[in-house]
């Protein structure tokens, strides 16, 4: 099938391009650049020896979008593009609700207009907000708290609504936990701009000494080391995730949501330590106040996708670290180091 992957030349969309195009898919990718890279793509036809069609512009841009389903025989779409810093939403939610949500809307108008009714959704578990049990499941109340899962939670609902209003749609919201890694052959990966809001990017650039120490966010959580507790996952087991779900949505119809997470919680503390041994060396740290608005404890409850979607993670915490690290190491400077060569 020929599938529009959006925002494809970014961390989880590159990778899911690779799985997609490993599996016989050709891609067509728009993506506006504003936190990604092209050489991602070049990186992409390396790893696969496959094309990838690519349009450098913005989903806002309707003609655009016209010209794409136009010009291509779309078969399904699935939908990565989105601004997504938590911190920056809070402070700008304007951009946020007009470019992660009018952006959505121009996309399921033009699918509709040109007949194509199948899409995986890149949602967020910080729709489930702070809840009062773990592991989390589908079925619990969504309750995100800042302005960038406030707009993954009104997207799964205008998704809901358009599946009611029209059945043709199939539909799949994929909710991830904490992506980290990197393709094996350290070719592609995270790449943040400016300082790594995330954990894992910023052990790296510690590790690599691009940072000096990393700051851990609260040592009193109720937790087994008293640090934040997340649900990390592998970026490569989450690109399978995708592929799973773009078969469900062509054999299927409905609007179906599934937790993408291991259902193991690591603590900042054991992220840290495995890290340490896959490095052969310490990763000097310092505990600073929590930072406002993180939860204690997140990780999922992951059976759902393994009944419907035949779908598991697989890959562990130590490869998580050694992948990103080899990400890290192979690329100091991120894909800059490449954009000024080129
Ligand atoms: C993980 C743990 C921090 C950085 C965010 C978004 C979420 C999703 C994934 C998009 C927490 C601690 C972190 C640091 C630290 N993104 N930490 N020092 O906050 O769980 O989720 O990214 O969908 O929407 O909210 O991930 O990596 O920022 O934090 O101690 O320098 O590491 O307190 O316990 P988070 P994170």
Redesign the pocket.
């Known amino acids: 099938m020929n599938i529009l992957v959006t925002g494809g030349s970014g961390y989880i969309g590159s990778h899911t391009c690779i799985e997609l195009l490993n599996a016989g898919h050709t891609v067509t990718v728009i993506d506006n650049l504003s936190n990604s890279s092209h050489v991602a793509l070049q990186r992409v036809r390396k790893i696969t020896g496959k094309e990838v069609k690519f349009y450098h512009g913005d989903l806002l841009n309707r003609q655009l979008l016209e010209t794409i389903f136009s010009q291509n025989q779309i078969d399904a779409v699935i939908h990565f593009a989105g601004l ?1 810093a ?1 911190g920056e939403s809070v402070a700008k939610p304007f951009l946020y609700y007009h470019n992660n949500i009018t952006g959505t809307l121009l996309l399921c108008d033009v699918m509709e207009k040109y007949g194509v009714h199948q899409i995986v959704f890149s949602s ?3 729709v489930y907000g702070a809840q009062k049990t773990v592991p989390l499941s589908e079925e619990l109340p969504l309750q995100a708290t ?1 302005p ?2 406030k707009t ?1 939670q009104m997207i799964e609902e205008i998704l809901q609504d358009l599946s009611i209003a029209n059945p043709k749609w199939s539909i799949a919201l994929l909710r ?4 980290v890694g990197a393709h094996e052959s350290g070719l592609i990966g995270e790449d943040p701009n400016g300082i ?5 990017p ?1 052990i790296t650039q510690v590790a690599s000494g691009r940072l000096q120490e ?5 040592n009193q959580y109720k937790t087994h080391d008293g ?4 649900d990390y996952i592998h970026v490569v087991d989450l690109a399978y995730g995708h592929l799973r779900a773009l078969e469900s949505v062509v054999q299927n119809n409905g609007v179906h949501a599934y937790n993408l997470g291991t259902g193991i919680g690591y603590s ?1 503390l054991d ?1 840290v330590s495995a890290f340490e041994q896959v490095i052969g060396k310490p990763i000097p740290y310092k505990i600073v106040d ?2 406002p608005g ?1 939860i204690a404890v ?1 990780y999922a409850d992951p059976s759902k996708a393994k009944e419907e979607l035949n779908w598991k993670a697989t890959k562990g915490l130590y490869e998580m670290c050694e992948d990103a690290w080899r990400w890290q190491k192979t690329n100091p400077l991120g894909y800059e180091k490449e954009i000024q060569s080129v």
């Open positions: 997504k938590v967020s578990a910080t800042n960038y899962g993954k991830y936990f904490n992506p790594p809001n995330n954990l894992v910023f990393l700051k851990v966010f609260g640090t934040g507790v997340r900042v992220v929590p930072r993180d997140s």
